[in-house]
């Protein structure tokens, strides 16, 4: 049976570390402790037993594909644990942000060959001067999402 037949029951914690470590976005854990919960066999087996066969995990949050390559691992890590448990995982594409300060390490003028451009300048996203938004219809932009799609289906699977 397909999700189609048994209806989608989701969870997900699609931030990667960095970005974690930069909001300070944690609960009652240290954002370290609650990242390798989440990549635990216990915390995916967990999410089984309470009837969830989806699992949305971290991807892509704009940073450039070598910049999140180590984290791409944890990635790896977390869809094996799901396939072994039998769930489902999608991995979260932030389709909707630039952060230049790590992506300039691939492209250093991915801002002007990849933001998008309004009327006050770069517009970003969010109110978070480091993140800014970019233009969907730069054939850079339309090349990075290929890009990260391929890596997602052939590569992590």
């Given at each position: 049976?397909?999700?189609?037949?048994?209806?989608?029951?989701?969870?997900?914690?699609?931030?990667?570390?960095?970005?974690?470590?930069?909001?300070?976005?944690?609960?009652?854990?240290?954002?370290?402790?609650?990242?390798?919960?989440?990549?635990?066999?216990?915390?995916?087996?967990?999410?089984?037993?309470?009837?969830?066969?989806?699992?949305?995990?971290?991807?892509?949050?704009?940073?450039?594909?070598?910049?999140?390559?180590?984290?791409?691992?944890?990635?790896?890590?977390?869809?094996?644990?799901?396939?072994?448990?039998?769930?489902?995982?999608?991995?979260?594409?932030?389709?909707?942000?630039?952060?230049?300060?790590?992506?300039?390490?691939?492209?250093?003028?991915?801002?002007?060959?990849?933001?998008?451009?309004?009327?006050?300048?770069?517009?970003?996203?969010g109110g978070q001067y480091w993140r800014y938004m970019p233009c969907p219809s730069s054939?850079?932009?339309?090349?990075?999402?290929?890009?990260?799609?391929?890596?997602?289906?052939?590569?992590?699977?």
């Amino acid at each position: 049976m397909g999700l189609r037949e048994e209806g989608i029951r989701a969870f997900g914690s699609w931030e990667m570390l960095p970005f974690r470590l930069r909001l300070q976005a944690g609960g009652r854990m240290s954002v370290e402790v609650e990242y390798a919960w989440e990549h635990a066999e216990t915390f995916i087996r967990g999410l089984k037993q309470r009837g969830f066969n989806v699992y949305i995990t971290h991807f892509s949050k704009g940073s450039g594909i070598a910049a999140e390559a180590e984290y791409r691992e944890d990635t790896r890590k977390v869809v094996q644990l799901c396939h072994k448990h039998g769930l489902y995982a999608g991995g979260y594409l932030r389709y909707t942000t630039l952060i230049p300060e790590t992506f300039k390490l691939e492209m250093p003028d991915c801002i002007e060959r990849m933001a998008a451009v309004g009327p006050k300048g770069f517009p970003r996203y969010g109110g978070q001067y480091w993140r800014y938004m970019p233009c969907p219809s730069s054939p850079e932009v339309i090349a990075y999402l290929e890009s990260l799609i391929d890596i997602a289906i052939n590569d992590i699977g």
